[in-house]
């Protein structure tokens, strides 16, 4: 029986190795690799919960091409049921320029998930406990079906979760955005998406904003220092996890991923955000397939690090 329904962008993820700094214009500069990945955030976040033994299932937009073959053998291959749509346009690709301070750059066409929307699949597909919503921002033709899909979970007892995704800077209504909010029981902003979404710049205010919008609770993501996890009764600051970083794709999509495993597990906002840093930390030190720890994986490293 299906756990878990995300809905939303699949794309694949061009990587390079780690380079000391960009090129020169005009220049070149020599690599020592580049890695062919599955990304955009609900793939990611499919996969990496589907590895934790959640059974998944994945609904979306891909082009009938090589890259939407690799993207949906790849799913697969991780136990993601998949009831995605298959159209004769190209699927997306992001080039991630990774630099050695751990910090990267996306250059991003996103393909058939700017064109994906409730045309290609019915509501009655989204089944199991968790609705989760990837890269709402890169989904130009679904950000107006939202609401309705969002509804449609609550009536039926399922909790909702969204990532928001403005990294790519702001391609919605975010009035609109905050609207959909009322719907929301779990929402994943970073800092720099809190400040677009709130125009504060403390972390706490930032919390405050977004509770008010009417979600039920928010897991801020502060990167190496961690996440705030807050609803209007509880409000817990979790410690980051050092590493070193070498993949940063994707972080984000591995600490909600975690997070949302921890909550069914413990049912804890606390304990759901150790889970959430323990899985991003395990992800960003590593590329390809090893990136995705298991369930013995990430329980051992948040006893290690949380007790």
Do not use: W
Request: glycine residues 10%; positive net charge; charged residues 30%.
């Amino acid at each position: 029986m299906v756990e878990i329904s995300v809905v939303g962008d699949a794309n694949i993820d061009l990587l390079t190795h780690p380079i000391e700094k960009y090129p020169k214009k005009d220049s070149q500069i020599l690599i020592d690799s580049i890695k062919l990945e599955v990304g955009g955030g609900a793939a990611h976040f499919a996969m990496a919960i589907s590895n934790l033994k959640i059974k998944t299932i994945f609904i979306g937009l891909l082009g009938s091409d090589f890259f939407g073959d690799f993207i949906v053998e790849k799913m697969r291959k991780f136990g993601v049921k998949t009831k995605i749509k298959r159209i004769r346009k190209e699927t997306g690709i992001s080039i991630g320029i990774h630099l050695k301070d751990g910090s990267r750059s996306l250059l991003t066409f996103r393909g058939t998930n700017s064109l994906f929307s409730l045309k290609n699949f019915e509501l009655k597909e989204i089944r199991g406990k968790v609705l989760y919503i990837g890269g709402y921002n890169l989904l130009k033709n679904f950000q107006k079906d939202a609401k309705k899909v969002l509804k449609y979970a609550k009536e039926r007892g399922v909790i909702t979760c969204l990532e928001p995704d403005l990294k790519s800077g702001i391609n919605c209504d975010l009035k609109e955005l905050k609207d959909n909010l009322k719907l929301v029981d779990f929402f994943f902003p970073d800092f720099e998406e809190g400040k677009i979404l709130t125009r504060e710049k403390s972390e706490e205010r930032i919390v405050e904003e977004i509770l008010s919008l009417g979600c039920k609770n928010v897991a801020l993501k502060l990167g190496e220092r961690g996440c705030i996890v807050a609803n209007k009764e509880e409000f817990f600051k979790v410690g980051g996890i050092k590493t070193k970083p070498i993949n940063p794709t994707g972080a984000g999509d591995f600490f909600n991923a975690g997070f949302v495993f921890g909550y069914l597990k413990h049912k804890k906002l606390e304990m759901a955000g150790a889970y959430g840093n323990a899985l991003a930390s395990f992800a960003i030190s590593r590329f390809g397939e090893e990136r995705f720890a298991g369930r013995r994986e990430l329980e051992k490293i948040v006893r290690e690090e949380y007790g």
